[in-house]
T-cell receptor, first 118, second 111 residues
Framework: GAGVSQSPSNKVTEKGKDVELRCDPISGHTALYWYRQSLGQGLEFLIY????????KSGLPSDRFSAERTGGSVSTLTIQRTQQEDSAVYLC????????????????FGEGSRLTVL | RKEVEQDPGPFNVPEGATVAFNCTYSNSASQSFFWYRQDCRKEPKLLMSVYSSGNEDGRFTAQLNRASQYISLLIRDSKLSDSATYLC????????????WGAGTKLIIKP
């Protein structure tokens, strides 16, 4: 498909386990974002990748969270030793370079990975 | 105080009516403004950007009031399919990727 693809769509895990969430952005989009959305809340920024630049990790809530983007394409968000407060929908988005003229504020989101930590 | 605030609603509106809601932002340096739409259990999608002079896209009109630091969205002749949560998004010019998201206003259009 041509859109942003995320997997798994749903993940139920036990407290203390590690989880990996995957995002496959739109081909040609250099920017990739991870957000977290809890019920009734706005999107919480986690991490941003742009091309080969160092990622902006300022939104990661703790050192249990990490993300990689390999080859400027697919990204993996890893949560170690999951806690119940990590339960949320994790949204990945991609876009054109926000510093470029073609950006216009449009992020393309995947359908999200719903994480439930028991 | 949250950086971007919205009335969570829900706004219950009869089909065909006009509805408007606002979003306030706290940082006067904010430069770019957007409305996104999010259907229940779906991902957000860009509805429209908000320009300084105001802009219209079909039944939707967005306006910016810099003096009072709010943006608004007006929907005319509302349709059942307009039922969704509308997210207000603000960014700063020097780092456009740092989008600040409101928690959204839920709109329910009733037949």
């Amino acid at each position: 498909g041509a859109g942003v693809s995320q997997s798994p769509s749903n993940k139920v895990t036990e407290k203390g386990k590690d989880v990996e969430l995957r995002c496959d952005p739109i081909s040609g989009h250099t920017a990739l974002y991870w957000y977290r959305q809890s019920l009734g809340q706005g999107l919480e920024f986690l991490i941003y990748f742009q091309g080969n630049s160092a990622p902006d990790k300022s939104g990661l809530p703790s050192d249990r969270f990490s993300a990689e983007r390999t080859g400027g394409s697919v990204s993996t968000l890893t949560i170690q030793r999951t806690q119940q407060e990590d339960s949320a929908v994790y949204l990945c988005a991609s876009s054109r370079n926000p510093s470029g003229q073609g950006f216009k504020g449009e992020l393309f989101f995947g359908e999200g990975s719903r994480l439930t930590v028991l | 105080r949250k950086e971007v605030e919205q009335d969570p609603g829900p706004f219950n509106v009869p089909e065909g009516a006009t509805v408007a809601f606002n979003c306030t932002y706290s940082n006067s340096a904010s430069q770019s403004f957007f409305w996104y739409r999010q259907d229940c259990r779906k991902e957000p999608k860009l509805l429209m950007s908000v320009y300084s002079s105001g802009n219209e896209d079909g039944r939707f009109t967005a306006q910016l009031n810099r003096a009072s630091q709010y943006i608004s969205l007006l929907i005319r002749d509302s349709k059942l399919s307009d039922s969704a949560t509308y997210l207000c998004v603000v960014s700063f010019m020097d780092s456009n990727y740092q989008l600040i998201w409101g928690a959204g206003t839920k709109l329910i259009i009733k037949p």
